[in-house]
């Protein structure tokens, strides 16, 4: 079990486990974009289902892994100010992205699909504020 801790992010604290972990569920979610059909991409965008296509679903899951590929950087590069930013940004950017299609577009609603994603960024966002004097320092 140990050895396997080593492939753990290295850094303090558990805001690196947690971006990894994130990470992890992002890559989860790219791959059902892909392959999973349209039925968990739809319960997103329940708002009006019928926007959400096999291309849609594909471009979501292209920018969903390209993001988890970036908090996976974040997580094992935590203490490095660009990486850190990069990182933090994915999270506006995904906060800008679901409150806009809830609240704006009316293309998702408050539910199982939306909760998850509004969630975690909000969460993330608040924690990587508050951590971020932390992780920076420590150079």
């Known amino acids: 079990m140990s050895e396997y801790m080593n492939y753990l992010p290295q850094a303090t604290g558990l805001l690196p486990k947690w971006l990894l972990f994130i990470s992890v569920v992002s890559a989860f979610n790219s791959s059902q974009?892909?392959?999973g059909g349209l039925k968990l991409t739809?319960?997103?965008y329940e708002g009006n289902p019928a926007q959400?296509?096999?291309l849609s679903a594909r471009t979501f899951g292209t920018?969903?892994?390209l993001t988890a590929l970036v908090r996976l950087y974040g997580a094992y590069h935590i203490n490095n100010p660009a990486v850190y930013d990069i990182t933090?940004?994915?999270y506006i950017v995904a906060f800008m992205h679901f409150s806009s299609e809830w609240i704006i577009y009316k293309t998702a609603?408050?539910?199982k699909g939306l909760a998850g994603p509004l969630i975690v960024s909000?969460?993330?966002l608040a924690w990587m504020t508050l951590q971020k004097s932390y992780y920076l320092n420590q150079l």
């Open 88 to 90: 933090y940004a994915t």
């Open 122 to 124: 909000t969460t993330t």
């Open 52 to 54: 959400v296509t096999g």
């Open 33 to 35: 974009s892909y392959f």
């Open 63 to 65: 920018w969903t892994f």
């Open 109 to 111: 609603k408050l539910g």
């Open 42 to 44: 739809r319960r997103v």
